[in-house]
C-alpha cells in the first residue's frame, strides 16, 4: 500500500463522500475512485458500502482506517525526524483573522500536542496581503480568508462563513434582520490600498467598483465605520464594540477560512500542520 493511497482513503472515510473528499485532496472525483478501488482490490475487501448519497464504512474499512492513521501518523514523525535531523526545527504560520476563533484555539492546542519540539513562529499580518506574507516568502503556511489568487499555490477549505454588512449602531438599517447588497449601493465602502490582490478587494466589496477610505487593519475597518459611516463586510460570528452593529447579508457568497502553502512544498510540518488544520475546524 502507498501512503499517498492511505490518505486517499482516510479523506473518504472522514468525509463519506467522494465529491467532498476529492476537493479537500485537491482532485478530481475519478481518479480518486480508481486508486480506492484499486487499494479494495489490494486489500481483498470492500472500504465502503456506497449509495447515491455518499459512502459508509465496512466493517473492513473501519478496520483499515483506524491501521492507516496510525501508519500515516507514524510516517509523519519519521518525516518529522529526518526533517530535525536536517536542521527543519521551526514553522512560521501567518494568520488574517480572529485570534479567538474556537478553530484555531483547536489547532493551536492539537498542533502543539504532535510537535512539542518544534518552534512555532506566528506572523500576525494586516488586511493588505491575504496570503500573509507566503508569497513574499515570509511565512511557511498561511491561516487565512478566500478568495484570492492562488497561482502556485495549494488551498485547503477549512470552513465557510456568512457574511454580513458592519454598520453604525444608530444607522436605520442596523435594526434589520437582513440586507441585501443592493440596499447598500449608495453607500460609502471601505477600500484597500492599491496594489492589494484584486481578487480580495473584489470580494470585500462585493464585485462592484466602490468608494471609500483606504484601511489595512480590521480595527481601521471598525473606526471608519464609527467616525465615517463607512459600511464595511465582515463574517459573522464577531464581537463588536457596542456603537457597531452587523447585519446579515442573504445574497453575499459565505467567507472561506482556508489553509494556503505554496504548491510542491514538501515540508512534513506543512503536511502535518494541514491535516490537524483540517480536523480542527471540522468540530
Given amino acids: 500500500m502507498e501512503l499517498r493511497t492511505l490518505r486517499y482513503f482516510v479523506a473518504v472515510a472522514e468525509e463519506l463522500h467522494f465529491g467532498r473528499a476529492a476537493t479537500r485532496l485537491h482532485m478530481s472525483q475519478p481518479p480518486l475512485s480508481r486508486a480506492i478501488k484499486q487499494l479494495e482490490a489490494d486489500v481483498g475487501a470492500l472500504l465502503f458500502a456506497r449509495s447515491p448519497v455518499g459512502v459508509t464504512l465496512t466493517p473492513a474499512g473501519t478496520v483499515l482506517l483506524d491501521e492507516a492513521r496510525a501508519l500515516l501518523d507514524h510516517a509523519d514523525r519519521v518525516r518529522e525526524r529526518v526533517g530535525a535531523a536536517a536542521g527543519l526545527t521551526t514553522i512560521t504560520i ?16 492539537a498542533f502543539r500536542r504532535n510537535h512539542p519540539g518544534i518552534d512555532i ?32 499555490l495549494a488551498v485547503r477549505a477549512l470552513r465557510n462563513d456568512p457574511v454580513g454588512v458592519v454598520l453604525r449602531a444608530d444607522d436605520p438599517l442596523a435594526r434589520r434582520d437582513g440586507l441585501r447588497l443592493a ?30 477610505p483606504v484601511v489595512r ?28 452593529a452587523v447585519v446579515p447579508l442573504t445574497d453575499m457568497p459565505p467567507s472561506r477560512v482556508v489553509a494556503v502553502w505554496k504548491e510542491g512544498d514538501t515540508n512534513p510540518l506543512i503536511r502535518s500542520f494541514i491535516e490537524i488544520a483540517t480536523t480542527a475546524y471540522r468540530h
Fill in 94 to 109: 501567518g494568520i488574517l483573522g480572529d485570534g479567538t476563533d474556537p478553530g484555531m484555539a483547536r489547532l493551536a492546542a
Fill in 121 to 152: 513562529r506566528i506572523r500576525d499580518t494586516d488586511l493588505t496581503d491575504p496570503t500573509c506574507g507566503l508569497r513574499a516568502g515570509l511565512v511557511d503556511v498561511a491561516l487565512t480568508r478566500a478568495p484570492f489568487d492562488v497561482t502556485a
Fill in 183 to 212: 440596499e447598500l449601493s449608495d453607500r460609502r465602502w471601505f477600500q484597500f490600498p492599491q496594489g492589494t490582490d484584486p481578487v480580495w478587494q473584489s470580494y470585500w466589496n462585493a464585485g462592484k467598483p466602490r468608494e471609500g
Fill in 217 to 244: 487593519a480590521v480595527q481601521e475597518c471598525l473606526q471608519t465605520v464609527l467616525w465615517n459611516g463607512t459600511v464595511g463586510l465582515a463574517p459573522l460570528g464577531h464581537d463588536l464594540p457596542a456603537e457597531l
